[in-house]
Every structure is written in C-alpha cells, then in structure tokens.
C-alpha cells in the first residue's frame, strides 16, 4: 500500500483510456484501494486543424502510417474522445481540468505547478529541443517507404532531419471541401465540451478559412510541390542507402 | 545509273523510327529496286526501339578500317538495285574521318554511280533539350543543361560536312526535324523516290516520352551516385507512368547566349544553301519562359515507383 504522498503519472495513452469504456470503473477501484480520495486528471486540448497536421506528420515518422491526409481527417476525433473523458469521469471523485493547447504552449511549467497547487519555480522545465515537422514531400516518401518495410523513418527521414534541420516545413492542408466536412463533423462535439470547460479554454468554432485549405484542391493522385534543392537531398539521402 | 542512299542523321531527328520503317518496308523497298542491306539489329527496329541501323559497320569500315571494306561490298555486288544504308554513325564519321573521296571510292567498288545524302538537322534549342532528357535517362548525365551547352557544336559539324562533301557526284537532302517531324516518312519517301505511303510505320508509333522535371533531379542525382542508372528509375516511371506530360529543361540565358554565339555563323552559312522552309530557326535567342521556377511537381504514383524500383537494393 502506498504512503500518504499525492501521486503523479503523466502519459498521453490516458487520454485514449480513459475514453473508452469501462476504465473510469478501473480507475475508481484502483484509486479506492490504494487510498485516494480525489483524482485530478489535467488534460490538454488542442484546435483540431493543427492537432490532426502534427499528430498525423508524426505518425508517419514514428508509426509507419501510409495514409494520405485526407484519410486521417476522415478518422481524426480527438474533440470526442476529450469529451468522452470529460462524461466518464464525474465529480466527486474525478476534477478534470482542461487548458488549451493554445494558452500552455508557451507557459507550461505554470499551468502544471498551477494545476499541481505548487510554487511555478519549483518546476524546472527541460530545454525545449524542437525538431522541424517533415515537409510534404518527405511525408510522400516517407509513406511509400512505410508501405514497403512498415515503419521506417531510419531508411530516410532520421537522417535528412539532422542533414537539413532548418528546412521550413510546409503543414498539410485538407482540400477546402474536407476541411468543411470535418469541421461540420466534430462542430457539435466541440460545443458540447466548451459549455463543460472554462470559456477561455474553449475550442475555436469558427468555421475553416480558405488560407487554411489547400489551393487548389488536392489532386487524387495525391501531387506535392518541391524545391528541386530538397528533392534533390531527399532522392540523395535514398541514394545513400542503396546497394547495387 | 545506280544510286547509293545514304541517311545519316544526324542524332534527335527520328533516326529509329526511320530504321524501323526501313527494316518492315525491306520487301517493298527492293521491289521498288531498292536494296536495304541487313543490320545487326533488324530485330529490335522491327519493334520500334532503338536501333543503330544498317549503317553503322560502313560508317566504322570506312573511317577506320577501309581494309576491311570487301565484306560489306559482297552482298551489295550481287545485286543491281540501289542501296540505301542508315547510320546516325554516317554522319559522326563523315563530320571525324571519313571524307568524300573515301566515299566516292566505295560508291564505285558497289557500282553506283551517284550518292544521294538524307541529312536531317534540329534547331539546336530543341535538339538540346531533346539530348539532355536523353543523356540523363540513358548516358547517365548528372549536369546542367547548361554545361551540355557549353559543348554543342551540331551546325558547326553540320556545316563541316556539307561542306566537305560538296561534289558533283554526291547530293545532299536537307530537312530541319524541327519543321516535318510529322511528315518524316514522307520527307523519307520523297527522297528516295517512292511513291507516298510506301514506308510502312512500326506498331509502336508512340516514341517513349521524356522525362518530367522533378524524374529529371531524381534520376541526375541517382547518375551522380551510381553512374549510368535510368534502367534502376528512369525506364521504369516512364513504362509505369506513360501518360505523364514532359518538362522541357530550362537553359540559362547565358548558356544560351555563350552556345547562339558559338554556332550562329554556320547556321547563316547552311541557311543560305538549304531550301528556306528547312532553315534553322535561331531559337536560342527567343525569349526564356517567364517561370524559371525551382519549384517541381511529383506525385504519389512517382514517389511509389520510385521506392519499388530501389526497395530490393536498399540497406538498412
């Protein structure tokens, strides 16, 4: 059995659990047992356009995905599961608290010494290292090489991220007509979770603007844009890997 | 009077498809009276690829081994028709080591009386960029357009051999491919005195097309790496991906200046002996297109062949 210390664990899969069926009864028996009597749960939202962008560079870079952008638009429900969290685990025992991505991207340590009820200093922040997102045309290869060999970011883009660390990357953009679609789809979701949460930490419902469509529309074949530079780096760094 | 016809190019004018119409038309040529010698690579003409033609051990022969001269003249003396031989190797011998006099002396061993000359002629920007794609898909070419430019000299050979075979007894036709690449058979059957529609074209009329820009910096850098390799990228995207439009390469205006100054003086002088509709347009001097963009296209069809093609020589 634990001591009398308050207990912190922190890991982006709770979001997921904790969305799903049956873990807030897990939870509760788990947290029965070992003692506690409040469970503070601090859970970061974030505008679902950028949010679907980065998480969905990332999963080609670290999860092998080979879908296409408007593919993972199509699945992309991250407000449902954040309000799912929000229904599932009721006071008294639960406190949710929600923050926006957008008013901790730059004051983090704050916002968690301020959920954490401690002093801001006593939180020392590691130096932020950010690595560039792939560019669309590293995202076309790299999504080839996936369906090849499953995940494989060292084949390419491991190494062209330390060869070229400053290249301005280039967000995906849904075609105007997707865009409208998913912001129609998780609009509802998104209401019902700013009516819970404090008005400052609300989800923007403003419909899509054309700039953050892509123009003109995606084409099927799926084409992207590219520096001859950067294609040449990229079909280098290939090169570089071949054996003949 | 018999005659020898000899089509000697020069490269980028349809040479191939000209030497696939000869090999198929072989038959009707010599029922016309015209004898078109077999070549090594009758095979692959009949099918529409690229062939060196009938002509290349004459071109070799004659140049640089004339000693060897009786084999290719034995078949040829056993018939009375005229010969027609087909060599984009005629014309690079005739602009290096072979001269009208070496000619003349194998026109008469084969009893002919005259040689009639097929030279086709590109305009060079055209001709340019048509060799580039070409260079770097097959010769594995890494540069600039514009370093390739630095070399070119075409209508300073052209005008070389017009002029070192100016004789009585030879005639040289003229065409610019740049102005009748659609009536090249045409051009074809009216030098060699047949009626229209006698050639017959291969099945496959379609040549394979050239390469975008963005396959272009793929394929320059996998040269780089690899030497020659369009068989590992190049061949492979243009037979997956034949409805893709080509780019054209775009040349510096100064490669273009440099290459416009080195050959406009023997463009004027052949312009003035050429009929005038054949004339070499000096297109180096038009102006660049407007969009000298870095930017190119590529699609996912071309990044998967691409991964395909190299997924079985990657190492990880």
């Known amino acids: 059995m634990m001591g009398e210390d308050d207990v912190l664990v922190s890991s982006p899969f709770f979001l997921t659990r904790m969305g799903g069926p049956g873990f807030a009864d897990e ?3 788990f947290a029965r047992t070992a003692g506690f009597d409040r469970v503070s749960v601090l859970m970061v939202i974030r505008e679902p356009f950028e949010h679907l962008a980065e998480m969905y560079l990332h999963d080609i870079r670290h999860a ?3 879908q296409r952008f408007a593919e993972a638009g199509a699945v992309f429900d991250m407000p449902a599961q954040a309000l799912r969290v929000m229904e599932r685990h009721p006071e008294p025992l639960f406190d949710v608290r929600v923050v926006n991505y957008r008013n901790v991207a730059d004051a983090e340590p ?3 010494a301020d959920w954490l009820g401690i002093e801001g200093d006593q939180l020392r922040a590691p130096k932020i290292t950010t690595e560039r997102a792939l560019t669309a045309a590293e995202a076309m290869f790299q999504r080839a090489l996936n369906a090849q060999y499953g995940s494989s970011a060292d084949i390419l883009i491991n190494e ?6 400053d290249l301005l990357p280039d967000p995906p953009r849904l075609s105007s007509a997707d865009a409208i679609a998913l912001h129609e789809r998780l609009r509802p979701t998104m209401a019902a979770l700013n009516q819970q949460i404090d008005p400052a930490q609300a989800y ?6 054309p700039e953050a469509c892509q123009q003109p529309a995606p084409t099927e074949r799926g084409e992207v844009t590219v520096s001859r530079e950067h294609l040449q780096q990229i079909a280098a760094h290939l090169a570089h890997k071949v054996r003949l | 009077m018999r005659t020898l016809f000899l089509h000697i190019g020069h490269g980028k004018t349809g040479t191939s498809y000209l030497q696939s119409c000869f090999v198929l038309s072989r038959q009707t040529l010599a029922r016309t009276g015209i004898l078109y010698p077999m070549g090594r690579q009758d095979r692959q003409a009949a099918r529409g690829a690229t062939s060196s033609g009938n002509g290349t051990p004459l071109a070799k022969t004659l140049g640089a081994q004339p000693q060897n001269i009786g084999r290719i003249l034995r078949p040829l003396r056993r018939s009375q028709r005229n010969i027609l031989f087909s060599s984009e190797f ?3 011998h005739m602009t290096k080591d072979i001269s009208a006099e070496d000619l003349l002396r194998f026109a008469d061993k084969a009893n002919c009386e005259r040689i009639s000359v097929f030279l086709l002629i590109r305009d060079p920007l055209d001709h340019m ?7 770097v898909q097959r010769s594995g070419l890494s540069e600039h357009i514009d370093g390739m430019a630095r070399r070119f000299n075409m209508p300073i050979r052209v005008y070389n051999l017009l002029t070192a075979f100016d004789h009585p007894r030879i005639d040289i036709t003229v065409r610019n491919y740049s102005r009748i690449k659609e009536q090249l058979t045409a051009e074809t059957e009216d030098w060699l005195g047949l009626s229209p529609g006698t050639l017959k074209h291969p099945h496959q009329s379609r040549v394979n097309r050239s390469l975008t820009a963005a396959e272009m910096e793929i394929q320059r850098v996998f040269n780089k790496e690899f030497g020659p390799s369009g068989r590992l990228f190049a061949d492979k995207v243009i037979d997956a991906l034949p409805e893709l439009k080509p780019d054209y390469p775009i ?4 490669a273009r200046q440099i290459t416009h100054d080195r050959c406009a003086n023997a463009m004027r002088q052949i312009n003035r002996i050429i009929p005038e509709n054949q004339a070499y347009c000096f297109d180096l001097l038009d102006p660049p297109p407007i969009d000298d963009s870095d930017l190119v296209t590529l699609s996912e069809d071309q990044v998967d062949v691409i991964i395909n093609a190299l997924a079985r020589h990657i190492k990880r």
Request: no cysteine; hydrophobic share 35%; net charge neutral.
């Open chain 1, 110 to 112: 704050k916002v968690i």
């Open chain 1, 160 to 165: 062209l991220y330390a060869a070229t660390p």
């Open chain 2, 129 to 135: 960029r048509s060799a580039y794609l070409q260079n």
């Open chain 1, 204 to 209: 923007d419902l403003s419909p899509p603007s």
């Open chain 1, 27 to 29: 939870l509760t028996a």
């Open chain 2, 251 to 254: 040349m510096g205006e100064t």
């Open chain 1, 64 to 66: 092998g995905s080979t």
């Open chain 2, 90 to 92: 005629l014309f690079h």
